[in-house]
């Protein structure tokens, strides 16, 4: 396209060659990065049927997001089904002036936790990414490319990890279940006995089994069994 003067947007995305007008030979190459997300269950833990989960990609300081973002957040939801999900794709254009230069624009990446407990144990990790972005002049060709990606998870910015130039920047979130457990005693009232009781357990979806497979569980009159 030709841009006859300043082009003035929320997002500009350019999949081709851009010009000045009047133009003067000049061409400006724009960079590109992405982000995604894969959600797992720990082990002994599976997936809900029918449950998903959401992420939320956040920019600081102004620093660009996808065309479809919702202002400063984007947020993507996946499956069981569908375990990975993208936020797309992030354009940086070249800024003018800046050849020569880098600049560094930062984002937070993190689950939607409920507010209202479902048995779930969440994933509560944030991670702080880093893309920095260098500017370069060839001849009348001005480019910007994304070099380094960096990334540290919650408070810990000594422990930085470096994904480099990867354009596979995934992000991986575990969440578990949250096993409670339930307390059998048994008391056996104008006796004194030690006899043995059975058992079983019952939720709204079928019998309770335990890790075993088990679904009967003895309690012995006098004592507690969990």
Same mark, same amino acid.
């Given at each position: 396209?030709?841009?006859?003067?300043?082009?003035?947007?929320?997002n500009?995305?350019?999949?081709?060659e851009?010009?000045?007008?009047?133009?003067?030979?000049? #061409?400006? /190459?724009?960079?590109?990065?992405?982000?995604?997300?894969?959600?797992?269950?720990?082990a002994?833990?599976?997936?809900?049927?029918g449950a998903?989960?959401?992420?939320k990609l956040?920019?600081?300081d102004?620093?660009?997001?996808?065309? =479809? &973002?919702d202002?400063?957040?984007?947020?993507?939801?996946?499956?069981?089904?569908s375990?990975?999900?993208?936020?797309?794709?992030?354009?940086?254009p070249?800024?003018?002036?800046?050849e020569? #230069?880098?600049? =560094?624009y930062?984002?937070?990446?993190?689950?939607?936790i409920?507010?209202?407990?479902?048995?779930i144990?969440?994933d509560?990790n944030?991670?702080h990414?880093?893309?920095?972005?260098?500017y370069?002049?060839?001849?009348?060709?001005?480019?910007?490319?994304?070099?380094d990606v960096?990334?540290?998870?919650?408070?810990?910015?000594t422990?930085? /990890?470096d994904?480099? &130039?990867?354009?596979n920047r &995934?992000f991986?979130?575990?969440n578990?279940?949250?096993?409670?457990?339930?307390?059998?005693?048994?008391?056996?009232?104008? /006796?004194?006995?030690?006899?043995?009781?059975y058992?079983?357990?019952?939720?709204?979806?079928?019998?309770? /089994?335990?890790?075993?497979?088990? &679904?009967?569980?003895?309690?012995?009159?006098?004592?507690?069994?969990?």
């Amino acid at each position: 396209g030709d841009y006859n003067g300043c082009v003035i947007a929320k997002n500009f995305t350019n999949s081709s060659e851009g010009h000045y007008w009047p133009y003067n030979g000049h #061409t400006f /190459k724009q960079a590109a990065t992405g982000f995604s997300v894969a959600k797992n269950f720990a082990a002994g833990s599976e997936w809900p049927d029918g449950a998903k989960y959401s992420f939320k990609l956040s920019e600081v300081d102004g620093a660009p997001m996808p065309s =479809d &973002s919702d202002s400063a957040t984007k947020t993507i939801t996946v499956s069981k089904s569908s375990n990975t999900a993208s936020f797309g794709s992030i354009s940086y254009p070249y800024i003018q002036g800046s050849e020569g #230069t880098s600049k =560094d624009y930062q984002y937070t990446i993190q689950e939607v936790i409920p507010t209202i407990a479902d048995g779930i144990t969440y994933d509560t990790n944030v991670y702080h990414v880093t893309v920095t972005v260098a500017y370069s002049k060839s001849g009348s060709e001005y480019s910007a490319n994304v070099t380094d990606v960096k990334y540290y998870m919650n408070d810990d910015q000594t422990n930085m /990890k470096d994904l480099g &130039s990867n354009v596979n920047r &995934s992000f991986t979130f575990t969440n578990g279940i949250d096993k409670g457990s339930i307390s059998v005693t048994k008391s056996v009232v104008g /006796k004194t006995s030690s006899d043995t009781y059975y058992f079983t357990l019952t939720g709204t979806d079928g019998l309770f /089994k335990d890790s075993t497979n088990n &679904s009967v569980f003895k309690v012995i009159a006098g004592q507690t069994t969990t």
